[in-house]
């Protein structure tokens, strides 16, 4: 029964996000804010770990093909591989589920419990549109910017460790990654990611948004919304898999 | 001219707001008073929206808030101003950008018309030039002083003061009441102030509800409330003996 009480209560709120904005340009301010906030701030973090991935993915690799029939190139073509179908997309948003999620969570629970929120509804304004919309489509917008760096990083991670440990050189390696390349499958990567935007930045809202109590409840909330983001994000990454992939 | 008309309010099986009727005057300062848990800040939430009634009206210059649609609600809150008890000012913005909150979102004011509208809002509240200072860099005076402040930014017809008092020493008690009574008066706005402090009562309160366990139990001024004869009043104005005995000595003479 609490299951769809949250689930009532979160297309409710999505149906408020979603309403039209007193300003737009108010909005629009908001936007380039959390654009900067969720997106630039979560660069390095991004970078760092895309980059050493990759390099892990490429050695890792090296080392289970031991075999003459398996060609060097392979280790370009598997690094690519894994980092666009399933590190980038899914792993690095499972990071950020829990670096923005938090944040989100944690942002909004605090403006709920010090009636910031309710200072928002006297003055008139859907506080639900003001506060997540901008969020939504900061992430939708940002997220996959910042993957397809963490796809380059990884790649280049990779053929970085890769060129050396000397496990391979630098022809092999590129001509793998150019190896057998489907284009579909970026379109299958970025729509995970959108998705993925979609739910980390509503999910952590929700639980920010109906936070009760004090600063417990904030701490409480902020689990929650990275427990539920991440589990949701596996979830509609098998949806998505098994809607390309058949 | 804000009325309520029989409002009630339940929370579960607990009646928190008991059939309670009274009309807020325009140009006055309206107060509500009454002991803690008393059902006060109920009644205000249920004023603005904030909780929902279990029944009666409440009608702002005739217009029952309660049953409004949302786009008509939201066009009355637009004329509302609070001061909330701990200030609800935004954290992460400077007094200047909170003040002109209301300003951005609401009216299509020129950039310079904002800067002197915040101006002008900070003189009257006592923080000038302080409009670069964030909330957290306030002393609690100062905070429910700059609340106050973004409360009239958007020329509230009706304002709401949530405890303006609690937390604060006398004698910065005194400047919020005066401030929040000039401006009701300079302003002609409908102010309705939520308070125990006895002080307060006698000092500005022009038309006085006083609510006991979630009843109406008296109405009049402050002035009045000193002569009383009702029981509950009189425990609840002189529960300190100290009052009683300030009283009994001004009496006297």
């Not at chain 1, 936070?211 to 929650?224: F, I, N, P, R």
């Not at chain 2, 401006?183 to 002609?188: I, K, M, S, V």
Request: hydrophobic share 45%; proline share 3%; aromatic share 12%.
């Amino acid at each position: 029964m609490k299951l769809f009480f949250h689930l009532g209560r979160y297309f409710i709120l999505i149906k408020r996000v979603f309403s039209k904005p007193e300003k737009l340009s108010v909005y629009l301010k908001q936007i380039v804010h959390e654009i900067d906030n969720i997106g630039i701030g979560s660069l390095p973090i991004i970078s760092i770990i895309s980059f050493f991935m990759g390099g892990v993915i490429t050695i890792q690799a090296a080392f289970g093909f031991t075999s003459p029939i398996i060609p060097l190139y392979a280790l370009g073509f598997t690094t690519r591989e894994s980092m666009l179908l399933e590190f980038s997309p899914t792993i690095v948003c499972l990071i950020l589920a829990g670096k923005i999620g938090s944040n989100i969570a944690s942002e909004i629970g605090s403006m709920r419990i010090t009636e910031q929120i309710d200072a928002l509804e006297i003055m008139g304004i859907n506080s639900a549109g003001y506060l997540i919309l901008p969020k939504i489509l900061a992430a939708i917008f940002i997220l996959p910017f910042l993957i397809a760096i963490s796809m380059f990083l990884g790649i280049f991670g990779g053929y970085v460790m890769g060129i050396a440990t000397g496990a391979c050189n630098s022809y092999e390696f590129i001509f793998g990654i150019q190896a057998f390349f489907e284009p579909w499958k970026l379109y299958y990567s970025f729509t995970k990611v959108i998705t993925f935007a979609f739910l980390i930045t509503s999910i952590s809202s929700y639980f920010g948004y109906y936070t009760q109590g004090g600063a417990l409840e904030v701490g409480k909330s902020s689990t929650s919304a990275v427990v539920y983001s991440s589990i949701l994000i596996l979830v509609f990454n098998f949806i998505i898999t098994q809607l390309f992939f058949t | 001219m804000i009325e309520i008309k029989n409002i009630s309010k339940t929370f579960g099986d607990r009646l928190v707001v008991d059939d309670v009727s009274f009309a807020f005057e325009q140009g006055k300062t309206n107060l509500i008073i009454g002991e803690s848990g008393s059902g006060k800040t109920t009644i205000m939430k249920m004023m603005v929206g904030l909780h929902e009634i279990n029944g009666g009206e409440i009608l702002y210059d005739g217009k029952n808030f309660p049953i409004l649609p949302v786009k008509d609600k939201q066009e009355v809150r637009k004329q509302i101003g609070m001061l909330f008890q701990g200030g609800a000012l935004f954290d992460s913005q400077t007094l200047e950008e909170n003040i002109r909150f209301p300003l951005d979102m609401f009216t299509s004011m020129s950039e310079e018309e904002k800067r002197d509208r915040v101006n002008f809002c900070l003189d009257k509240v006592q923080l000038t030039n302080r409009n670069n200072l964030y909330p957290g860099e306030l002393s609690g005076g100062m905070k429910k002083r700059a609340a106050l402040a973004r409360a009239i930014s958007n020329n509230p017809k009706y304002l709401f003061c949530d405890e303006p008092n609690s937390g604060l020493d006398p004698k910065t008690s005194i400047v919020i009441d005066n401030l929040i009574q000039s401006l009701t008066h300079e302003f002609n706005i409908t102010t309705i102030v939520i308070t125990h402090d006895m002080n307060s009562v006698v000092e500005i309160g022009e038309n006085v509800l006083y609510i006991y366990k979630g009843k109406p139990w008296w109405k009049g001024n402050g002035k009045d409330i000193l002569h009383t004869t009702n029981p509950e009043l009189l425990d609840f104005v002189f529960a300190s003996g100290f009052m009683k005995e300030v009283f009994q000595a001004v009496n006297k003479k």
